[in-house]
């Protein structure tokens, strides 16, 4: 949650929304008044939502994901030759540490370690796994429902209430 | 002394001394715990050598038993021995399992009340049989008492002569062998004027005809015989000695022939006549006198070349050349194997052979008669029928039988078995159950050969001695102490005056060292004899060449008719001899030479033969002659013509232990029964059987997978004169060195490899190899390779670590044989392939496999083209006792491993250890692997390639050198040398 | 079916699926309903695939204290039905991936509603492919050796041995596998939570790893997602590319070829996709998910089992043309004795089921037909079981010796068991998957609901 540890005495009003047309057109509608969106939940990954927020598709896991495939490569190379150099063992006739076999290892960690530091960039920066779910979460936006959550000061917080329902959304909450 | 190197003396060295009777060997214990009171000779994780004699056939080689913790581990030839020089055959080195056979009889037993053999006292087992001869002595007669042994000479002969004459009875010693050569003796007497069995010498031929003699199988002593024949047939310098084999059946010894005459059973005198005829004809051989061209033309009167051609069933051309080529030798040779249960006419193709020898006087310098072989004493087939006849007729109240076993191999007809039923009382010293022995009421088991003192003398001239090597597996005693002790018992200590046996061969041979001259004391001459492991004179002087008689001799006519039905062949094999050596797992185990089949018996039948019946391998056939039937399993194999059946004998025990019994199938149950009156010895007019298919199978559990090599080049030959002609132009042959200077770049990726001190390398000389297999023996010994029984090999899972493998000439159907074993390769493919390095190359270039680093994954033999990487499928057992013969220097395999040969490395280090106690590096010839050890005709040479002046490294540039699969670029280091052929022509 | 349409959702639309939801509680209403009260015959199924484990596990038992004897395994074939389970298992585990990743890569809409369970089966077949190089082994116990992990006899893997290829390989493949079928149940775990109370939730909590579906989330997560497809689609190729050189690597006739790469995973496809069919049929039939797998998605199965069985044919065609065309006799005498030897009928089976049976589906009649659809997918997998023999043991028995060639005859007792418990674990891992995890994706499922069919 971006801003979340600092805001967290903040309110919060979590607007409620049936369909993505609905909830699309509620952040255009937010962007458009300047109305900073902190978070829109949906029950699932949707191009959408992505677009009407401005967001890149791709997030900065990729440079986890970089950083796991090159210290794979480095890995696989170095085991392949540090233990057969331990005995330089001369099989099949050929130099004991010899160098086309080690593709192969490089290779798989390459894939091992680049996925391994894929899912740990993805859990890392959801801060997951954690124990409690945030405040703002209602069980119904994994089923049927998608949500906004709008951060608000004492001054702002009820007419941002107000634009949410008159953006569409069929329930307003706000959350302290 | 002659040939024996420093290191052998040392090793005989340690036999000065009483040997090593040594306690505590009947029961295993668990702990280790050194001796308090150590033995004499016994210095744990160092072997004793011993000089002993094999007393498996009686061909008596002398050899050298390795002792390791009071147990005989391997045997091996005693290089100093006159007949083994140093090697030994498949059978010698098999003896072990004799000693160790878990089947011996355990104790001194007799029949009880329930037919049952129980355990009894020594005490009361001699008290026994001294009362029954007590009763036999008084109630009187000469002839009551039997005692039925097999070939024994010298002081037990002695003894058992003297004991039997202190019973009152005269001429009760009968020994039977089952081959006792009497056609060869009648044709001797006929021809030389000697009932005997002489001594022949091959080396110094130059032209060897053999009329059906398995010499290298079976025949008289056939490791003596593969070491001449070693000496004479491969070539020398860019000449070759040339050998024919006329006989019906290809064995083992026709194969190694440069030309098989093929016969009709029976018929091989009448090429003998046919070539008579031609020399005498052409007046090819110049000189004979004139009275015995006459004697010899009366005699070949009827026997035309195109005759003589017709009544054998072969191409006259085939006469003539060989004719042509015995008339051209210098010291040309025939032999003829003079055993009639083998062949009909056996005794009329020995005179022929032995008229062809006396045709040159060069001949009869080869045959000796005055060096006759033991065998000329052993009773007939007839002396034998006399026994059966007078054991049915209640003449013999007392049959005493030391391993002899009739009851197997004498006809079925005669049914000896009966006949011993009506002897009341029949002892067995026999030191293993078997049919003969099953059948006595009291049993006296006596030592095996390895366990007692003795001595035994093959021919004259030549006496081995035995001696223990180690105490008594069993509870069991030597035979000449029984009769000494039951000798007390039943006379007095003054008939009797030995403590023991022991005592008595010392007094017999106080004799010889009077004769000797008597140099030193009695105890130094006693001593070397025993350290030599026997006595035989340095310098035998020559014998005078045998009389040549003139005596009438008719052969049956040309054109006699066969007989009803299937021709079939008996024949032995170097494995089983007469069916004696059954037990033995190793000679089970280890494939036959020609047909690769292991664990039971079967009928050689003709491919198309087969066909044309409707027979495939492994359909039970049921061969009935007029008789007896026998039952076997069918083998289309290319060994026997179209039309002729051949079945080895051996096997077919109904009571020899769990590895010999209910294996097909005892041929001599096919006997004729009659006598033939002129030589004493089985009356065969020829054998022919009615085959019948039963319908049920037996598979035969084979270890060949083709019997040809699909043009892949495994095995090659040359011929003789491309030979000389590369010789002659400096051609190099096309090895790929498993050394540095192998390297080349266009098909090696990777850099050459250096070698520490040492690359060891073997060369395999095909020309000298004769398929005999003593070298599978050899390694089965030294490196405890798991013997699998018959259904594993079914399965193909063998464990022989080398073996010579048989394939058919795909033109010819003739049989090449390679010795194929690990080959070390530099670039070997089985060694990268494992995932934790279980095998991987030694710095001397050794495919080391590390059997506590394997796991099993079995890639290693998947990428072995040369398939000689074993499994271990189980833990392989082995029954006790058997277990006490595993070579402690060699770790046993578990369940799950992957193995194979290993050059012996075990050796490899020994040599090294006892180099550096000397300072210096392993020479050449320092030591040698167990296969090459033993190989009779020096075929494996092992050495290292690094040391240029090795015989490995001289002989792999020999023009025969070749590699196998050399086109996969392993640079194998076991480089063959092409079989060198030579055409015979007329 | 084309690949480069970017937006899945438009030929969503033309083929029309998933049919007959019009809200997303539907969705996980119809997936989540499969996931309770799934009746006896569902237990007595789970109970005699149970009953089939445990007939493999005696037979494995066995085979530990006895040896590998226990199979008819012999010299000098070495390895036969346990090595061919070994590949046809870890063939069959390609399709999962490959559905889930390369057709995620592609965008292929049919993938939906199929990726799921497949990948699910992917990651039960590497789990007992993985189990069969340990079978096959002659000192099980001590297995560990092939780790690379620091000893003290520091003695390390040979890095230049195919198995140890294998065994790296094969163990990327389970965990790159497993992730990303974990990764990609996240938010459907998620959902099960919110719908559930008490202890169930608080399991499958636990499992969704506190999942919130932010528009962070969907990004980081889609970001991850993405690049484990980008990923494991290489990772499937090589994954049996390494397994084919087990013995391509090797110089037995019959394995030593180039072609073996290519040949392997496209058979390895083929088997696999025959398996989906074969999986998907009766659960589509017994969860009643005919609108959400619709025939349509069968019928691009059936497709691409045809692309893969005509590689997989050429491939035969060129191995039988390079042993003439290359001169080797051993490998020109081990392809004629592949054709006319002991296994031959296992040959021409193997021909037939792979190659001319998949033709049959070139007719839409056949590939809409389900029972005809399942009986090919029964077939190809026969005839890629036999493939296998056919490579591995027909190859070793007619190797460059002749005097050692032999044949192994029949499989023992113990194979046969172990064979069977292959299966049935392979079942029972799926059933009790079926049972307890969301067979179909979820959210993917919602998003390819056209938005218009949203009512509410």
């Keep these: 949650m971006r801003g979340a540890a600092f805001m967290a005495n903040q309110t919060a009003v979590v607007g409620t929304f049936g369909n993505m047309e609905e909830v699309v057109k509620a952040i255009r509608r937010l962007k458009a008044e300047n109305i900073p969106i902190d978070s829109v939940y949906s029950p699932f990954r949707s191009s959408e939502i992505r677009e009407a927020l401005g967001e890149p598709s791709l997030g900065p896991g990729r440079f986890f994901t970089l950083f796991g495939a090159i210290a794979g490569i480095a890995t696989g190379i170095f085991l392949a030759a540090y233990t057969a150099a331990q005995w330089r063992f001369i099989v099949g006739g050929k130099y004991p540490i010899p160098y086309v076999p080690t593709v192969i290892p490089a290779f798989e960690f390459l894939i091992l370690l680049a996925v391994f530091f894929s899912l740990g960039g993805m859990l890392w920066m959801n801060k997951m796994p954690k124990r409690q779910l945030s405040k703002h979460y209602d069980k119904r936006f994994s089923q049927d429902l998608f949500g906004i959550v709008v951060y608000c000061s004492a001054s702002d917080c009820d007419s941002i209430y107000a634009r949410m329902e008159q953006f569409g959304a069929r329930e307003v909450r706000r959350i302290e | 002394m002659q040939n024996l190197n420093r290191r052998e003396f040392l090793k005989l060295f340690g036999v000065c001394g009483t040997g090593a009777v040594l306690s505590g060997c009947s029961e295993p214990k668990r702990y280790l715990i050194p001796y308090i009171d150590p033995p004499e000779d016994v210095t744990p994780g160092v072997a004793a050598y011993y000089a002993t004699t094999c007393r498996e056939c009686p061909a008596g080689c002398g050899m050298i038993a390795k002792n390791r913790e009071g147990r005989v581990i391997k045997v091996e030839g005693n290089p100093a021995h006159p007949i083994s020089g140093g090697k030994l055959c498949m059978r010698g080195q098999a003896s072990l399992h004799g000693l160790y056979n878990p089947d011996r009889f355990t104790g001194p037993m007799r029949r009880g009340a329930t037919g049952q053999l129980e355990p009894i006292k020594w005490e009361n087992g001699q008290d026994l049989l001294a009362s029954t001869v007590n009763g036999i002595a008084r109630r009187g007669g000469t002839g009551r008492i039997v005692f039925l042994t097999d070939l024994i000479t010298g002081s037990l002969e002695d003894m058992t002569a003297y004991w039997l004459s202190e019973m009152g009875q005269q001429n009760g010693h009968v020994m039977y062998e089952t081959y006792a050569y009497e056609s060869l003796r009648q044709a001797n007497k006929v021809v030389f004027e000697n009932d005997a069995v002489p001594t022949y010498r091959l080396d110094g031929l130059d032209f060897l005809i053999s009329f059906n003699a398995d010499f290298l199988e079976t025949w008289i002593s056939n490791l003596e015989f593969a070491r001449q024949f070693g000496e004479f047939h491969p070539l020398k310098g860019d000449k070759k000695n040339k050998f024919i084999f006329v006989g019906p059946r ?47 033309g009366a005699i070949t009167a009827d026997w035309s070349v195109e005759k003589a051609a017709a009544a054998a069933g072969c191409d006259p051309g085939m006469i003539s050349a060989a004719a042509g080529e015995f008339a051209r030798a210098a010291r040309p040779m025939a ?316 096997q077919g025990h109904t009571n020899f232990g769990r590895f010999a019994d209910g294996l097909p199938a005892n041929p ?64 190099q042959p096309y090895i790929d060195y498993p050394l540095p200077k192998g390297y080349d770049e266009s098909k090696d990726f990777y850099p050459p490899h250096e070698h520490k001190d040492y690359r060891w390398s073997m060369v395999v000389d095909m020309d000298r190899c004769i398929g005999c297999g003593a070298c599978v023996v050899g390694c089965y010994s030294e490196n405890n390779v798991a013997v699998v029984k018959r259904e594993q090999v079914l399965m193909g899972r063998e464990m022989s670590w080398i073996r010579v493998q048989r394939y058919f000439d795909d033109e010819t159907k003739l049989a090449r044989w390679l010795v194929m074993l690990c080959q070390h390769c530099d670039n070997a493919p089985c060694e990268y392939v494992c995932p934790i390095f279980a095998p991987q190359h030694s710095v001397e270039g050794l495919n080391n496999q590390i059997y506590n680093r394997c796991f099993g994954t079995r890639f290693c033999s998947q990428n072995d083209p040369y398939k000689v990487r074993r499994f271990n499928w189980y833990s392989f057992s082995r029954p006790s006792p058997l277990k006490w013969q595993l070579n402690p220097d060699v770790t046993v395999r578990q369940k799950g491993i992957m193995e194979k040969c290993s050059f012996c490395v075990q050796r490899i280090i020994e040599a090294k250890i006892e180099a550096r106690q000397k300072g210096r590096k392993v020479k050449d010839g320092d030591f040698t692997t167990a296969c090459a050890q033993t190989c009779p005709t020096n075929a494996l040479i092992f050495g290292s390639l690094l040391d240029p002046e090795s015989r490995v490294s001289r002989m792999i540039n020999d023009v025969r050198a070749y590699q196998v699969l050399v086109e996969l670029n392993t640079k194998p280091a076991v480089i063959y040398l092409k079989r060198v052929t030579q055409e015979i022509r007329a | 079916m084309t690949f480069v349409e970017s937006n899945p959702r438009t030929y969503l639309m033309e083929s029309g699926q998933p049919q007959g939801l019009t809200s997303y509680a539907d969705a996980d209403m119809q997936i989540i309903r499969t996931m309770w009260h799934p009746g006896t015959f569902y237990w007595f199924c789970v109970a005699m695939t149970g009953l089939g484990v445990a007939v493999g596990a005696i037979a494995w038992g066995y085979q530990i204290a006895t040896g590998i004897g226990a199979a008819n395994v012999m010299h000098p074939v070495m390895w036969a039905s346990y090595l061919t389970n070994f590949v046809f298992w870890v063939g069959i585990a390609h399709s999962g991936t490959l559905i889930s990743a390369i057709l995620f890569l592609f965008r292929a809409s049919w993938r939906t509603s199929v990726s799921r369970a497949s990948e699910a089966m992917t990651i039960f077949a590497v789990m007992i492919a993985g189990l069969f190089p340990l079978i096959h082994l002659g000192r099980v116990w001590i297995v560990y050796w092939i780790l690379p ?76 997602y993405l690049f484990f497809a980008a990923l494991a689609t290489p990772l499937v190729i090589s994954v049996h590319s390494v397994v084919s050189w087990d013995f391509a690597l090797g110089i037995s006739p019959g394995w030593h070829s180039t072609i073996f790469a290519p040949y392997f995973v496209a058979g390895a496809i083929h088997s696999g996709l025959a398996m989906v069919l074969v999986l998907l049929i009766p659960l589509r039939k017994i969860y009643k998910f005919e609108n959400l797998l619709t025939i349509n998605v069968l019928e691009q199965i ?155």
Excluded at chain 2, 287 to 295: E, Q
Excluded at chain 2, 703 to 708: L, N
Aim: charged share 15%.
């Design chain 2, 668 to 731: 001599f149950k096919l006997m004729p029964s009659g006598i033939d009156m002129t030589s004493g010895g089985i009356g065969n007019p020829g054998m022919y059987a009615a085959v019948r298919k039963t319908g049920a199978s037996f598979d035969i559990a084979h270890t060949d997978g083709s019997f040809s090599q699909h043009g892949r080049d495994f095995w090659q030959t040359i011929s003789l004169d491309e030979r000389n002609k590369m010789a002659a132009n400096g051609t």
């Design chain 3, 149 to 224: 992990y620091p000893n003290q006899r520091n003695l390390w893997p040979n890095f230049q041995s195919p198995l140890v290829f294998d065994v790296i390989a094969i163990s990327t493949y389970l965990t790159v596998s497993f992730l990303f079928w974990y990764t990609g149940m996240i938010p459907d775990l998620a959902t099960i939570r919110d719908r559930t109370t008490g202890m169930k939730s608080r399991i499958y909590g636990f499992l969704a790893l506190g999942w919130e579906g932010s528009n962070d989330y969907w990004r980081h997560y889609g970001t991850a």
């Design chain 3, 302 to 456: 059936a497709r691409t089992i045809i692309l893969t069985g005509l590689i997989v044919g050429y491939s035969y065609a060129v191995e039988h043309f390079m042993s003439v065309y290359s001169g080797n006799e051993p490998e020109r005498f081990q392809y004629e004795w592949r054709m006319t030897g002991y296994y031959s009928w296992l040959y021409w089976i193997m021909v037939v089921c792979n190659v001319f049976v998949p033709i049959a589906l070139f007719f839409k009649k056949v590939r809409t037909n389900l029972k005809a659809l399942f009986s090919i997918g029964i077939l190809v997998l026969i005839g890629m079981w036999f493939e296998r023999l056919v490579i591995i043991a027909g190859s070793q028995a007619r190797e460059y010796d002749p005097y050692s060639w032999g044949v192994y005859k029949y499989p023992s007792i113990v194979e046969w068991g172990i064979l069977i418990g292959s299966f049935s674990l392979f079942f029972f891992l799926f059933l009790l998957f079926a049972k307890f995890l969301p067979t179909i994706s979820i959210t993917e499922l919602k998003e390819a609901i056209p938005p218009e069919e949203i009512k509410g």
């Design chain 2, 250 to 296: 290809l064995s083992m010894t026709a194969n190694n022939a440069d030309l098989w005459i093929q016969t009709r059973p029976g018929m091989e005198y009448a090429v003998a006549l046919g070539m008579l005829r031609i020399i005498l004809d052409g007046g090819l051989i110049k000189g004979i006198p004139a009275d015995r061209r006459a004697y010899l």
């Design chain 2, 335 to 650: 032999i003829a194997d003079g055993r009639s249960m083998f062949s009909a006419n056996a005794t009329e193709t020995a005179v022929a052979a032995n008229l062809l020898c006396t045709l040159n006087p060069k001949s009869l310098d080869a045959v000796d008669f005055g060096r006759p072989h033991s065998y000329s004493k052993t009773a007939s087939a007839q002396s034998m029928k006399g026994l059966a006849d007078r054991m049915r007729a209640g003449e013999v109240d007392l049959l005493l039988i030391y391993r002899a076993n009739p009851v197997f191999s004498l006809p079925g007809e005669w049914d000896f078995a009966g006949a011993m039923k009506s002897v009341p009382n029949v002892v067995s010293f026999s030191p293993a159950v078997d049919e003969t022995s099953s059948l006595a009421n009291l049993v006296l088991p006596a030592n095996y050969s390895f366990e007692t003192w003795g001595d035994y003398s093959p021919r004259q001239g030549v006496s081995g001695f035995l001696q223990p090597i180690m105490g008594p597996v069993f509870n069991t005693r030597g035979l000449g102490d029984i009769l000494i002790s039951t000798g007390k018992k039943v006379k007095s200590e003054i008939s009797f005056p030995w403590r023991d046996f022991n005592l008595a061969l010392q007094g017999y041979w106080t004799r010889a060292y009077k004769d000797s001259g008597g140099s030193g004391t009695f105890r130094s001459f006693w001593e070397n004899l025993l350290m030599r492991g026997g006595y035989w004179p340095q310098s035998p002087s020559p014998s005078p060449a045998p009389s040549i008689t003139t005596t009438a001799f008719s052969f049956p006519a040309p054109g006699q008719k066969p007989g009803k039905g299937m021709p079939v062949v008996v024949y032995p094999t170097i494995q089983f001899f007469d069916g004696r050596t059954a037990n033995h797992l190793w000679v089970q185990e280890i494939p036959d030479s020609m047909t690769q089949t292991t664990w039971g018996g079967w009928v050689e039948i003709h491919p198309e033969t087969a066909r044309e019946m409707d027979l495939g391998k492994g359909d039970l056939i049921e061969m009935k002659t007029d008789f007896g039937v026998v039952e076997a399993p069918a083998l289309p194999i290319y060994t026997v013509p179209k039309g002729v059946a051949a079945i080895p004998v051996g």
